[in-house]
């Protein structure tokens, strides 16, 4: 079972803006949608853009590189280049901070 690890502590990420953490390696953009957190891969599945910097449109964020949209919720592609949703995390908040945990290859 993959380790629950810190990405950041609570109001460290802004409302509408999100930080980028070393989950085990992997690359993964933790968003916060009005207090909600949310974690996904930050990978574009059309040809490798990184999501954090694309500009945010609810909760969807737009890939800088050709446009595609991906819902932050659930990593779903919404919009063409991209058709393949990016991996999404589990994510907690616990004694004020936020834990992600890749857990694809439990
Ligand atoms: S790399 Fe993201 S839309 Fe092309």
């Not at 990420?13 to 980028?20: H, L, R």
């Not at 390696?25 to 040809?47: K, M, P, Q, R, S």
Request: charged content about 25%.
């Amino acid at each position: 079972m993959a380790d629950w690890i810190t990405v950041a502590a609570v109001g460290e990420i802004a409302p509408g803006s999100c930080k980028v953490a070393d989950v085990d390696g992997v690359a993964v953009a933790v968003f916060n949608l009005g207090g909600e957190y949310f974690a996904i891969e930050d990978v574009c599945t059309h040809d490798g853009g990184e999501l954090a910097s694309g500009e945010l449109d609810g909760d969807q964020v737009i890939c800088p590189r050709h446009g595609a949209r991906f819902c932050v919720r659930t990593g779903d592609a919404l919009s063409a280049p991209a058709y393949e949703p990016t991996a999404r995390f589990p994510l907690r908040i616990e004694d004020g901070q936020i834990q992600v945990r890749d857990e694809r290859w439990d």
